[in-house]
């Protein structure tokens, strides 16, 4: 069933049964966390690199591990998932598409492609991610690889949007 009516004045279940406003700071967390990976879904139909496309689904599947979590309050309904192995992960992709570019200038203007555009547009929702997850942790606990992750994959949108502009410009010279 699609809709339960439990929801209709402004509360929502968390994983572990409790009941919560729904805008409170985790449930704002998490549906970030849902928007941005929705927003990655759209973006990889502008994107005609076959390895990035696969890393960003990768990222997809991970995000639900992040949303579940933070969606788990006590973390007894769903052991973390997300670790160490998947930020390292995350630095080898930052280092291997940045010795592919020439350095960065100091700004970035966003958007020389719809591909590179919509991966700026989602780094911006990544970082309000984690924003929201650090005043989340103000009050209650949140894991350490959670946080670590949210601020890596926010480093990984910006090198293959940087990347792919940089892609662009060598096609239209």
């Not at 958007?111 to 547009?121: D, E, K, P, Y």
């Not at 926010?154 to 090198?159: A, E, F, G, Q």
Request: glycine fraction near 6%.
């Amino acid at each position: 069933m699609i809709y339960t009516r439990t929801g209709d004045k402004g509360m929502t279940s968390l994983l572990d049964g409790s009941r919560v406003r729904k805008n409170s700071i985790r449930v704002d967390s998490y549906g970030t966390i849902d928007e941005l990976n929705s927003l990655l879904g759209f973006g990889k139909h502008f994107i005609m690199n076959p390895a990035i496309v696969e890393k960003i689904h990768i990222v997809q599947l991970e995000l639900f591990a992040v949303a579940a979590e933070l969606a788990d309050p006590k973390g007894e309904m769903y052991p973390a998932k997300i670790g160490e192995a998947e930020i390292l992960r995350f630095e080898t992709w930052i280092d291997e598409y940045v010795k592919l570019m020439n350095p960065a200038p100091k700004f970035i203007v966003p958007g020389s492609s719809q591909a590179s555009g919509i991966l700026h547009v989602a780094r911006t929702v990544c970082r309000r991610a984690e924003r929201l997850m650090t005043s989340l942790e103000e009050i209650e606990p949140v894991s350490s690889s959670l946080m670590k992750y949210v601020n890596r994959l926010s480093d990984v949108l910006y090198t293959f949007a940087r990347f792919l502009e940089e892609q662009q410009e060598l096609v239209n010279s």
